[in-house]
């Protein structure tokens, strides 16, 4: 069994920065993708940004230039310097990892979300 465990969300004000924090641990062999997306209430869920196991990054448009997504590959946890934030923003934040396990599956895996909130 695999888990993601999301930390880091809080209240910022507009133009204030966070830092978003997903651990996977578990039964691990490989983590090839992991990505952060968001849901605001009454919306879609939407892909913020993606880090693959090789180093390429990827970001939504609507966060190009103000979020920047890494990793720490040894420990399996992936990473959203957010900043510049605005209320729109504000989400659930969701962190989501391709994991090929100790049993030979590959397999996607969901953390719980953490709550992110932009406002004065």
């Known amino acids: 069994q695999v888990q993601l465990v999301e930390s880091g969300g809080g209240l910022v004000q507009p133009g204030g920065s966070l830092r978003l924090s997903c651990a996977a641990s578990g039964s691990i062999s490989r983590v090839h993708r992991m990505r952060w997306f968001r849901q605001a209430p009454g919306q879609e869920r939407e892909l913020v940004a993606v880090a693959t196991s090789g180093g390429v990054t990827n970001y939504a448009e609507s966060v190009k230039g103000r979020f920047t997504i890494s990793r720490d590959s040894a420990k399996n946890t992936v990473y959203l310097q957010m900043g510049s934030l605005k209320p729109d923003d504000t989400a659930i934040y969701y962190c989501?990892?391709?994991?090929?396990?100790?049993?030979?599956?590959?397999?996607?895996?969901w953390g719980q979300g953490t709550q992110v909130t932009v406002s004065s």
């Open positions: 989501n990892a391709d994991v090929y396990d100790l049993f030979g599956t590959y397999k996607d895996y």
